[in-house]
């Protein structure tokens, strides 16, 4: 079974318009849900074997609350730069290439990507996955090659508002 866990970086800020949009940090809202969404995927049992993050700050600061969380070292969320500014099928191509050891991963990125992929693995239609949305994808194969719907399918889908 592998399964990924697809994490929208939490709600970033906007107050700096000097920043370049790879810097913006969370705001507020964002430092609060990022560690709050981290205590629920935990508190449902999830076991990341790999944190891999766009190089965004926001998508990053998101990753390093979700490590902290799962008491994972902070040096071991993987940057993927790839992740940031991706379209849906780069985002394939990366978890294709993905180690074989790892089953279950944690990847923190960006919209409308993460919402065109959600629709792909998801037989309801989703507008949209908000800021700190999480949405789980699993399959039953041995090789993150084979992980492509049919076979890999949205079992879940959970965000901030929801609680």
Known sequence: MKTIYFVRHAKSSWGHPTLRD???????RGLRDAPFMAKVLKSEGAEPDLLLSSPATRAYSTALYFADAFEIDRRDVQLEPRIYEAFAEDILDIISKLPDEAHTVLLFGHN???TTI??????KYIDNVPTCGIFKVEAKVNSWKEFKAPAAVLTAFHYPKQY
């Open 22 to 28: 790879i810097e913006r940090p969370l705001e507020e």
């Open 112 to 114: 409308p990507t993460f």
């Open 118 to 123: 959600a629709n792909r693995f998801s037989n």
